[in-house]
């Protein structure tokens, strides 16, 4: 990115994360609902289908929008900081390096995604721990903010926090990927500068896709330990906690799921890039060419 990094421009990619985290993720509820009961309640349900039509049988459709509020606020907020502060940690870092700074690019989004992505996760953590509690036990609250307050008053600040996951792969796979789809676009004389807007937007669904199933394949068991660790209380302590929930599980208890969560990080992935790099079209913070 060209130019210095301003308030204004922050606000804009923030606004673009915002966006297309919000809607996205919104729009894939209903999987995530049945994910999360397939990890949280592995013996009752045994598969997407039947999760679907097990939660529309005892719930009625509405069981499938179960967390909603909490998804749409927590994912605006953690959009907003992710892909804002990712630009500004991927610019500032590159900086730092230099000259060099094209050699290490790599090291570089991984670091500026890990330090968005922290910053982001503390802002989702409280939203996804009420949207876990609500879907695993639909009798825990009537609504987000009875929920919000059991737990606080139950675990406290840090029954919120308990299950912050190491989501940190995401932006460096899909910028690694994107990275390779244009170098084999240049080889073939197609280089990324004389693609249209189209294409471009193409390229980033295609990437996204990829990098959605890696990452869901990746932090599977990091995914399966946050749905039980947020659906059951932690006296003990947190790593205490997650060691009796892995042992529990085994190797193959903790990719409960998987096939569900790669279709709906695959989709989420895909979808979040497309809009960003829409909404960044749109807004000027990439070239336009038609």
Known sequence: MAGDL???????????????????????????????????????????????????????????LQGLGPTAVGYALQGFLKFGFYEVFKKTYADVVGEKADQFRIPIWLAASATAEVIADIALCPNEAVRIRLVAEPTFAKSPVEAFGKIFKQ?????????????????????????????????????????????KLSVSLGSGIVAGIVAAIVSQPADTILSKINQE??????????????????????????????????????????IYDGIKQMLGLTPAKK
């Open 6 to 64: 301003t308030p204004s421009l922050f606000l804009k990619y923030g606004f673009g994360g915002a966006l297309s985290c919000s809607i996205t993720h919104s729009l894939v509820v209903p999987l995530d609902v049945v994910k999360t009961l397939l990890q949280t309640n592995p013996g009752k349900y045994t598969g997407m289908m039947n999760g679907f039509s097990t939660v529309i049988k005892e719930q009625g459709p509405s069981g499938l």
């Open 155 to 199: 675990e406290g600040v840090l029954g919120f926090y308990k299950g912050l996951p190491p989501i940190l792969l995401k932006f460096a796979v899909f910028e690694f990927t994107a990275e390779n789809v244009y170098k084999g676009l240049a080889a073939s004389g197609k280089p990324k500068e004389s693609l249209t807007d189209g294409q």
């Open 233 to 274: 209380k932690t006296d003990g302590g947190v790593v205490k906690a997650i060691g009796n929930i892995m042992r529990r599980l085994g190797v193959r208890g903790l990719f409960l799921g998987l096939p569900t969560r790669c279709f709906m990080v695959g989709t989420l992935t895909a979808g979040q890039f497309f």
